[in-house]
């Protein structure tokens, strides 16, 4: 449930994603741009799939508020899972600086991982070192819902942080999302995908980030209504697979 599927390369993990998943009931998938032909290729039956988008976009729609705020949301992610270097980091705070130049909007970071070697707000600090532009932060973020109510203060995102994007987009703030490999690229294409205009991919070299900062940034109002829309029709998806596995629970217990 709320699931992304691949990217899969592995012959050993394909093989036993073919034995293995066209057994199953229901799958729902956080994202179906990939994920779904995937599992089509793997042999899962369609009428077994559903796309619910992440759970977590319940969560940050139901928390929403009555309209953006003024700050410029940061999250950049650092793990070897991401493979940024030192350079890039340095071109991301630079198209940031080149974005902000002029607007001065105070940064204001969503840390989603507090873990030693990936902890996002000591990146989103020396990020801001480079930055005409303060960083302003309001204590520990601890919880879920902490960290939606302070993406609740952003104008727009940029972010290399899956969750914190949809915390953001949930919420019909514009989220401009940081692809540097296959990976993340999946993902936020899939998000780009459930949310359409509003989400913005931006690719490794992030010679695309600081227009897409301005677009995002200029065009907030337009894209929250279309954003709180997909959102909805996310959550009611998601509720729906839920009353479908719900059946299949039940259906055992007779």
């Not at 390369?9 to 994603?17: E, K, M, R, T, Y």
Request: with cysteine.
């Amino acid at each position: 449930m709320g699931q992304g599927i691949g990217p899969l390369a592995d012959g050993g993990v394909l093989a036993a994603a073919r034995r293995v998943l066209p057994r199953v009931d229901l799958i729902g998938l956080r994202e179906d741009r990939t994920g779904g032909p995937l599992l089509a290729q793997l042999g899962v039956p369609a009428a077994r799939v559903v796309t619910t988008g992440d759970d977590a976009v319940e969560l940050a729609y139901e928390l929403r508020g009555d309209a953006g705020g003024e700050g410029l949301g940061l999250n950049v992610r650092v793990a070897g899972y991401v493979q940024l270097t030192r350079d890039e980091l340095a071109a991301i705070a630079a198209q940031i600086d080149s974005f902000v130049d002029g607007r001065r909007p105070p940064l204001i970071p969503v840390p989603t991982s507090r873990h030693a070697g990936e902890a996002d707000l000591d990146v989103a600090r020396s990020i801001a070192a480079h930055v005409t532009a303060p960083l302003v932060e309001s204590g520990v973020l601890d919880t879920p819902e902490a960290a939606v109510r302070q993406v609740a203060h952003f104008r727009a995102l940029v972010t290399g942080s899956y969750h914190a994007a949809v915390f953001a987009l949930a919420q019909g703030i514009p989220a401009v999302c940081l692809a540097p490999n296959a990976y993340y690229l999946q993902k936020f294409e899939g998000l780009a995908a459930l949310f359409g205009r509003g989400c913005f991919v931006v690719r490794r070299d992030f010679s695309g980030l600081a227009p897409a900062l301005v677009e995002a940034w200029e065009r907030a109002d337009d894209f929250r209504e279309p954003l709180l829309a997909a959102a909805a029709a996310q959550v009611a998806s998601g509720n729906a697979a839920y009353d479908r596995l719900k059946s299949f629970v039940h259906a055992n217990d007779d």
